[in-house]
Antibody, heavy 126, light 108 residues
């Protein structure tokens, strides 16, 4: 069974950093990109970025560029998302999700997500 | 980036009724690379449909997706109690992938 298990809830002060983990099982970690998605309270879903576990290359959404770092540790089949310079707007649930590529290669296309981790709530408050 | 607008914002229906959810894109979605997810309270989103009309593994056939270009539809033929949730569409035909704002299907 494919599973993504994320680390627990965090409470951070403004200006601090947070690092969330996502450990996979049930498939070959290096075979699929790992994505991260933010969901602010009562809001929708926003893609943050992805990592290719095979070579560690990461791509970030413009909104989070410069503040987010996504990495992968192939020795433990775990992906990480670190968000720095936290502000109250960053209070959200953060999900990791396995990327599924389309069946045909199309320039510029990205991936849909299946499955998702259970989510990690990050609260930024002084 | 492609903006997805979902309608209606909230759909109030009774179990057994048919639900029709719309997702409209600001520009054509390449190769109809559109997915649908549902999210129950306190849970992570879960994949229902990919490629506009392909059901994910284990998804019952009361869920169907259709559409092309800029207009897509998710239909739930007969609502079961477990179907009351929030539904999101996502386009992955061009980077960055983007989500609609969601449609909440609530019990009438």
């Amino acid at each position: 069974e494919v599973q993504l298990v994320q680390s627990g809830a965090e409470v951070k002060n403004p200006g601090a950093s947070v690092k969330i983990s996502c450990k996979i099982s049930g498939y070959t970690f290096t075979g699929y990109y790992m994505h991260w998605v933010q969901q602010a309270p009562g809001k929708g879903l926003e893609w943050m970025g992805l990592v290719d576990p095979e070579d560690g290359e990461a791509i970030y959404a413009e909104k989070f560029q410069g503040r987010v770092t996504i990495t992968a540790d192939t020795s433990t089949d775990t992906a990480y998302m670190e968000l720095s310079s936290l502000k109250s707007d960053d209070t959200a649930v953060y999900y990791c999700a396995t990327g599924r590529p389309p069946p045909v290669l199309v320039a510029g296309a990205t991936e849909y997500f299946d499955p998702w981790g259970q989510g990690t709530l990050v609260t930024v408050s002084s | 980036e492609i903006v997805l607008k979902q309608s209606p914002g909230t759909l109030s229906l009774s179990p057994g009724e048919r639900a029709t959810l719309s997702c409209r894109a600001s520009q054509s979605v390449s190769r109809n690379f559109l997915a649908w997810y549902h999210q129950k309270p306190g849970q992570a989103p879960s994949l229902l449909i990919y490629g506009a009309s392909n059901r994910a593994t284990g998804i019952p056939d009361r869920f169907s997706g259709s559409g092309s270009g800029t207009d897509f539809t998710l239909t739930i033929s007969r609502l079961e109690p477990e179907d009351f949730a929030v539904y999101y569409c996502q386009q992955y035909g061009s980077s960055p992938g983007t989500f609609g704002q969601g449609t909440k299907v609530e019990i009438k």
